[in-house]
């Protein structure tokens, strides 16, 4: 066999390229890194979810279940309350406890927002923010024109009172029982604390405790008259507030007689009974009142009557607030009876005011809101470069907002804030309004105040005695040998 010879000649002809061999694809393992991660990742989130979810089911039920035990309790309190009688006066509960009662608040939105709110059966109301510092709101035809007649005639029948004394008497008294000295009375008028009384510190104390409506020019006739301010700076030092007496003022403006004009205060008022016997048209205001404010009905039962006001040509309400702060050493009006102390200091707890209109003044008249929706409020700012805002009479167009009197049209306000856990917070200073001076005509107002005490416990403890009181009182109606029995007895 003869072996192929080698072809060294460099111009043959090239040989055919022999045919490329098929690729082979070579198996290569894919990293598995990438997806072990993303699957962690979502498994990590899958765990966390499902934890959150068992945690909200447990708080859940452990709240459902508190809220059943303890409504349990109160049934079977309740229910065996011929076996266990209940204090007069129980003790506070655990101040974490899960509160029954709650105050709802009416959103405002925003300034012009209308809203529709159900009042009477059939027919639908707008309601109007006006402000939402405060939060007030305007709600047309509230009463009809019969039923705004109806209250002014059951006023007049029943009979107006004046509503403001000339000058009150008491102080002196009150001084002596709170045991001040004048240093410590000094220190409480000095709003700024800088060792001296401005005017507007003085005219703000003798306004509220005298309820005279001094302005800087009555009281420099008064320190000129008492001969009070030494230096002529218009200021008072300690030394000088020292030398006077507490009634010093009183006795001034006595001694130089007090116009009406003068008053903080110049109408006259009644009251009217809303409860079970009143009028029918008083009851239905009453309801009205509970479906607009959306409070428990025994709240708004157990506040103060109707007061109805009548302000003659001249008449005027100064700018006040219908609440005052409530502080530790403070009892409501209303729940003294179940405060668990004594306190010389009470102040009217009124968490809403409903104002009614119940005619057109022909001049004059509006309630005007000084500082409504303003950024910040300072007493220091209301007495300024001898614009008053506080004073009606004179510088009732200088305030942020006024409401027109209209026949038949309710406006409504909350004098407190939320305490964010639907209670009463803190006293809404915005609140602050006034009752411009009618220059002609007459002026019908009448006023829906809502009681309600900053303390819940006292509250709380306030419902409980009235309605034990009327159980007991239900009882001698029932058997009334029993109740001739008792008095035989004492």
């Excluded at 765990?47 to 059943?68: C, D, K, M, Q, R």
């Amino acid at each position: 066999m003869m072996e192929p010879q080698e072809n060294t000649n460099d111009d043959s002809v090239p040989s055919p390229a022999p045919p490329p061999l098929p690729r082979e694809r070579i198996p290569v393992q894919k990293s598995s890194v990438c997806s072990r991660s993303y699957f962690m990742v979502v498994m990590v989130f899958f765990h966390v979810y499902v934890l959150n979810v068992i945690a909200l089911l447990l708080y859940v039920h452990y709240n459902s279940g508190s809220e059943a035990g303890s409504s349990s309790r109160d049934f079977s309190s309740r229910s065996s309350g011929h076996k266990v009688a209940e204090p007069l006066d129980p003790q506070p509960a655990d101040p974490g406890f899960t509160r029954r009662m709650h105050l709802p608040r009416i959103e405002g939105i925003r300034v012009g927002h209308v809203q529709k709110v159900s009042l009477v059966p059939g027919k639908m109301h707008e309601m109007k923010t006006l402000s939402l510092k405060p939060l007030l709101f305007e709600i047309p035809h509230f009463l009809s024109e019969e039923e705004c007649a109806v209250v002014v005639r059951l006023a007049q029948l029943k009979g107006l009172m004046e509503s403001q004394v000339m000058v009150p008497e008491g102080q002196e008294e009150l001084n002596q029982q709170l045991n001040l000295s004048p240093e410590e009375i000094f220190h409480l008028l000095d709003l700024n604390q800088d060792g001296q009384l401005q005017p507007h510190e003085i005219l703000t104390h003798s306004r509220v405790r005298d309820g005279i409506w001094l302005t800087p020019e009555n009281l420099r006739e008064i320190y000129a008259g008492l001969n009070a301010d030494h230096d002529g700076n218009g200021l008072l030092s300690l030394e000088e507030f020292g030398q006077l007496s507490s009634d010093a003022f009183q006795r001034f403006l006595l001694q130089r007689g007090v116009k009406r004009s003068q008053l903080v205060r110049n109408s006259r008022h009644t009251w009217l009974y809303q409860g079970q016997g009143a009028h029918q048209v008083l009851r239905d205001l009453r309801n009205r009142v509970i479906r607009l404010t959306r409070l428990p009905p025994s709240l708004v039962e157990l506040s103060e009557p109707l007061q109805v006001v009548r302000y003659e040509q001249g008449g005027h309400y100064h700018a006040h607030h219908d609440s005052g702060p409530v502080y530790p050493e403070t009892t409501c009006t209303h729940t003294r009876l179940a405060a668990n102390t004594t306190s010389p200091f009470q102040t009217s707890c009124r968490y809403i005011t409903v104002l009614f209109y119940l005619n057109n003044v022909e001049e004059g008249g509006e309630t005007t809101f000084p500082v409504a929706d303003n950024r910040t409020y300072e007493e220091v700012s209301l007495i300024q470069n001898d614009v008053d805002l506080l004073d009606t009479r004179k510088h009732c167009d200088k305030g942020n907002l006024r409401v027109k009197p209209s026949k038949g049209t309710a406006v409504f306000w909350y004098n407190y804030l939320s305490d964010g856990r639907g209670w009463v917070g803190e006293q809404d200073e915005y609140s602050l309004h006034g009752g411009c001076v009618v220059t002609r005509g007459t002026k019908w107002v009448a006023n829906n105040w809502i009681n309600v005490d900053p303390d819940y416990h006292r509250q709380v403890r306030y419902q409980q005695l009235v309605s034990q009181q009327e159980s007991q009182e239900q009882q001698l109606e029932k058997n009334p040998e029993q109740n001739t029995d008792t008095h035989q007895d004492l």
